[in-house]
């Protein structure tokens, strides 16, 4: 026992060399359980890009967070989690499981092409060590060997098995095989999880998406300086972005008047749009809708929100005209009531600005205040205080349009002072205090939020995902059998055939294969009752040499 101790301690190890390490790192990280492990890991690197902001999405709120989170803000900041679809870390997860998945599926592919170019693999000498396997003799006036061989052989061609007979000692046989599809299917599911790999990239690198509100009357071209908002991809390029251009032309609204439990609810939304795909052509009218996007040149424009936009006229101290157009306002509840806020940066001697709400139908709510009672323009009000001062624009800080800063202003109209608030219907002016100038409320336009997508790679995407559900089907549906029958003469002139099925992998549909098997040969033949004996003695052999005969065909 020692000596065989020392024998093993005796044994150099051989050392594997840089080559070697190599080859077993490419080994390691070609295999199908690495690949997995990749998919998962990249599942989990991207969840903290829903949990904090991204730096694509908003760089204002990125640095907002930053500075209300002094510790973790940096700390988060350096290992890049506010960049994380392209950060260092999930790019390398991300081109390791691209290069784990080809590594593993393309010599897998032609490993299988090969497979499926060579002939089912000859019959075993002994088939009755199979699970399922039997024997039939035939009787008497029954065929001989070889006719029983060819019917058996022309049985499974038909059960779309790829056939070839075999000369062998123990007799002539056929061997069979089907369910090449089902390592199709995997290799195609895989192949497909890379496509997506590819499309996703190709996507992510060229997308853009972007969000802009246009109201009644007005138009947007489609170029960086009209957007509200953008969020190009990694390698986006402004020239990438298609001419074309929108107006807005009329918004209708058709509300529920029939329910008493949905009265008021909003039942459907129009806009009548139209479009330009390129300057210099002909406009067309569209109408959008929501769940139905406008499609121009491979950009989709979608219908996300609605809303009041009241046209206002802001005179200054000097009765100059400091502004005059449509506010936005920001729906705050199914009445439609909604915040409104006028920044006059314009204005002289003192800059101004309002905030307050715009109610599309304006009733008394009991206490002096007024709600809005209906979504629909029935009885519009502008109700809103104002101040002069500093806006805080000129210190080119950016700032929210829907918020108005009165930190370094002074309040000039609101229900808690002595000038009390402003409400305005439809043509009616206000006096502001101390001759700050007036506002006006000229009337009321409808205007409609879009979001505006161009992903070249979704389609690719799409594509490649319907594969990856195709070939995943047919592997888990298509089942992979060898089939064997072997037939010869026994000890008493009659044809004896042996046969066995052998499944590629756990198959529970193999029994019922080797049902129909022998079912088709008691239909085929005159199948005399085996006995005991029957079941046990083996064929007669003979001393033929084992030659393959001509493969035969099979799906």
Known sequence: MSSR??????????????????????????????????????????????????????????????????????VLDALQFF????????????????????????????HHVRAMRNPPPATPKRLDRFAESGVVVLEQDGPDPDEAVAQARAWLSRRRYRTRVVDGPGGRSVAAERGYLREVGNILFHFSLIGVLVFMAYGGMTKYSGQKIIVEGEGFANNLVAYDSFTPGTRFDAEQLQPFSLSLESFEVEFDRQSESHYGQPLDYTATMK?????????????????????????????????????????????????????????????????????????????????????????????????????????????????????????GRPQNVYVLDTENMTELNSRKNENGGITLSPGETYELPEGKGSISFDGVRRYVGLDIHHDPGKWGVGVFAGLALLGLGISLFVRRRRVW???????????????????????????????????????????????????????????????????????
């Open 83 to 110: 960049d994380v679809y392209t950060s260092v870390w999930f790019s390398a997860i991300y081109l390791l499981l691209f290069v784990s998945l080809v590594g593993c599926v393309l010599p897998r592919a032609l």
């Open 485 to 555: 029958v072997r037939a010869d003469r026994d000890e008493h002139g009659r044809t004896r055939v042996d046969y066995a099925l052998l499944a590629r992998g756990e198959e529970s549909g193999l029994r019922a294969e080797n049902v129909a098997l022998r079912a088709a040969m008691e239909k085929m033949w005159p199948v005399r009752a085996p006995d005991a004996e029957d079941r046990t003695r083996p064929a007669a052999t003979t001393d033929a040499p084992t030659t393959p005969a001509p493969e035969g065909s099979g799906d």
């Open 275 to 395: 479009v330009r795909e390129a300057p210099g052509e002909p406009a067309r009218t569209e109408q959008l809708k929501v769940n139905y996007p406008l499609s121009i040149h491979g950009v989709r424009v979608y219908l996300v929100g609605n809303g009041y936009a009241p046209v206002v006229t802001v005179r200054d101290g000097n009765g100059d005209v400091a502004y005059q157009g449509p506010v936005v306002t920001r729906v705050q509840d199914q009445v439609f009531t909604s915040t409104a806020v006028i920044k006059v940066p314009d204005a002289a001697p003192d800059q101004l600005g309002f905030v307050g709400l715009f109610l599309p139908a304006a009733v008394d709510g009991g206490d002096g205040v007024a709600v809005s009672a209906d979504p629909e323009l029935l009885n519009p009000q502008l109700i809103l205080n104002s101040y002069h001062g500093d806006l805080g624009l000129d210190d």
């Open 5 to 74: 101790a020392a024998h093993r301690t005796d044994v150099a190890q051989p050392r594997l060399g840089a080559v070697g390490m190599a080859r077993w790192a490419w080994r390691q990280l070609t295999s199908m359980s690495t690949a997995l492990m990749l998919l998962l890991l990249l599942a989990v690197a991207a969840v903290p890009g829903s949990l904090v902001p991204q730096r694509r999405a908003g760089p204002e709120v990125v640095d907002q967070w930053i500075e209300d989170n002094p510790f973790w803000g940096p």
